[in-house]
């Protein structure tokens, strides 16, 4: 299986910080890469797709880069409903595989 | 708008099987080009793939569970179905399903149904 790292693990930012998470494929995925937001008590939710596609109606804010093994998720200027654990998620070779999280809070 | 909803029971006893169902509203469950997945998360940890089905009846397992699992799917229902034979503490988990796009995202979830394993 191919593993998926996140980092960091959790984070604290203020309201208008802007926000960077990493995920780091162990091998070669090229842009096979999604990331979901899951809120506390909630189901997942997919917010990027294939590395930087915005599902529809995710706010503009949130943007994905990256290619190969090192993929990036930013959220520009932080808002207090962006409370919320993030995965990212490799789709290249099954079994499909998720990164661990990373839990943002607001400081 | 397709929505999922898990049900099923929320209590299952050591060695024996976990059965879950999902019902798919607003959309056919033999629309083109979905697969329909179920997803696991322990509590308080990350998610866990399990496997999923095609409505022509393929399915894909994950290895980690494959000796344990099997999903089918009643297209005249909507519906598709996980089984776990031989449950263990360590099977205790929300469950979820989900419409997994050309196997490539999972673009719409269950709320999620919370199985606990135990005597």
């Known amino acids: 299986d191919i593993q998926m790292t996140q980092s960091p693990s959790s984070l604290s930012a203020s309201v208008g910080d802007r926000v960077t998470i990493t995920c780091l494929a162990s091998?070669?995925?090229?842009?096979?890469l999604n990331w979901y937001q899951q809120k506390p008590g909630k189901a997942p939710k997919l917010l990027i797709y294939?590395?930087?596609t915005l599902q529809t109606g995710v706010p503009s804010r949130f943007s994905g880069s990256g290619s190969g093994t090192d993929f990036t998720l930013t959220i520009d200027s932080l808002q207090p409903e962006d409370i919320a654990t993030y995965y990212c998620?490799?789709?290249?070779?099954?079994?499909?595989?998720f990164g661990g999280g990373t839990k943002v809070e607001i400081k | 708008q397709v929505q999922l909803q898990e049900s099923g029971p929320g209590l299952v006893k050591p060695s024996q099987t976990l059965s879950l169902s999902c019902t798919v509203s607003?959309?056919?469950?033999?629309?083109?080009?979905?697969?329909w997945s179920w997803i696991r998360q322990h509590p308080g940890k990350g998610l866990e793939w399990i496997g999923y089905?095609?409505?022509?009846?393929?399915?894909y397992y994950n290895p980690s569970l494959r000796s344990r699992v099997s999903i089918s799917v009643d297209t005249s229902k909507n519906q598709f179905s996980l089984k776990m034979t031989s449950v263990t503490a360590a099977d205790t988990a929300v469950y979820y399903c989900?419409?997994?796009?050309?196997?490539?995202?999972?673009?719409?979830w269950g709320q999620g149904r919370l199985v606990t394993v135990s005597s």
């Open positions: 091998q070669d995925i090229s842009v096979c």
């Open positions: 089905i095609h409505s022509i009846g393929t399915t």
């Open positions: 989900a419409r997994d796009l050309r196997e490539q995202r999972l673009d719409s």
């Open positions: 294939d590395v930087s």
């Open positions: 607003g959309g056919s469950i033999t629309s083109s080009g979905y697969y």
């Open positions: 998620q490799q789709y290249d070779n099954l079994p499909p595989t």
